[in-house]
């Protein structure tokens, strides 16, 4: 069920599907919610699922101002207290768990458990960032934007510019940073991905309650390339317990 809903101004686009604990899932960049069409929609099997667009995405206007983590990440949480009525597990691919992980930092009492997938927590740990400018978005980007978006495909460029400004301007989270993330984490990578994997294991690392997953033979778009091995991850963390270790040694409490 697809619908509206005001955010501090910002005529926010929603789906909503599925019964059981309130699970939100953030897309990426210039993407939108059909970014998680035929891989974790499945989760709504299990979960009350909410697919919220962004502003400057999807079917959500760009209103006045700039697109920065910061904004998109206080967005959320009016989401989160507004429509989902309180703390929810949260899902962020790309950009989405770079607000997914503010979110967290922000406000851990909204954020059960957290998964961050091809996300960075600083953009120096991109192979390519926003922060040399956005560049020419691929065709299929540009279609779906056009598809939806309320501003018209001719508005396009003046997302990108806000994007790039805000990459370049608003610093990144540092690794001491990552120590403030308390809940049960999932960091989720391909093996090729955009986001380096040395940047990824510092995530990782960082945050001291997380688990680690690779995706063998994948990319930034690993959703995609390999949608049901992500959905079944992703799905087995948000379900299911810990299970203690035979040979803990990050997680033994005693490693150097």
Not at 156 to 165: C, S
């Given at each position: ?26 897309h990426g960049g210039f993407g939108d919610a059909r970014t998680f ?89 991109m192979i390519v960032s926003p922060r040399d400018g956005v560049g020419e978005l691929p ?118």
């Amino acid at each position: 069920m697809a619908e509206y809903t005001d955010l501090d101004g910002v005529r926010t686009w929603y789906d909503e599907r599925g019964d059981g604990e309130p699970l939100v899932l953030l897309h990426g960049g210039f993407g939108d919610a059909r970014t998680f069409c035929d891989n974790l929609d499945a989760l709504a099997e299990n979960f009350h699922l909410y697919l919220p667009e962004r502003r400057g995405h999807g079917h959500t206007p760009d209103v006045e101002g700039p697109l920065t983590v910061s904004v998109m990440a206080r967005d959320t949480v009016a989401f989160l207290e507004k429509v989902v009525g309180g703390s929810a597990r949260l899902v962020g691919y790309s950009a989405g768990a770079t607000v997914a992980l503010a979110v967290a930092l922000e406000r851990p009492d909204l954020v059960e458990r957290l998964v961050l997938i091809s996300g960075a927590f600083d953009l120096d740990g991109m192979i390519v960032s926003p922060r040399d400018g956005v560049g020419e978005l691929p065709d299929e980007l540009v279609r779906m934007y056009a598809e939806v978006s309320p501003d018209g495909v001719e508005h396009l460029p003046v997302v990108m510019a806000k994007i790039a400004e805000a990459a370049r301007e608003e610093p990144g989270f540092t690794e001491a940073d990552l120590a403030g993330i308390t809940c049960r984490t999932l960091v989720l990578s391909g093996d090729d991905d955009l986001v380096t994997l040395e940047h990824t294991l510092a995530l990782y690392r960082g945050i001291a309650n997380s688990e680690l997953a690779v995706v063998p033979g994948a990319s930034h778009v690993l959703l995609l390339e390999k949608p049901a091995q992500c959905t079944a991850i992703v799905a087995d963390f948000l379900t299911g317990e810990p299970v203690p270790t035979i040979m803990p040694f990050r997680r033994s409490g005693s490693a150097a």
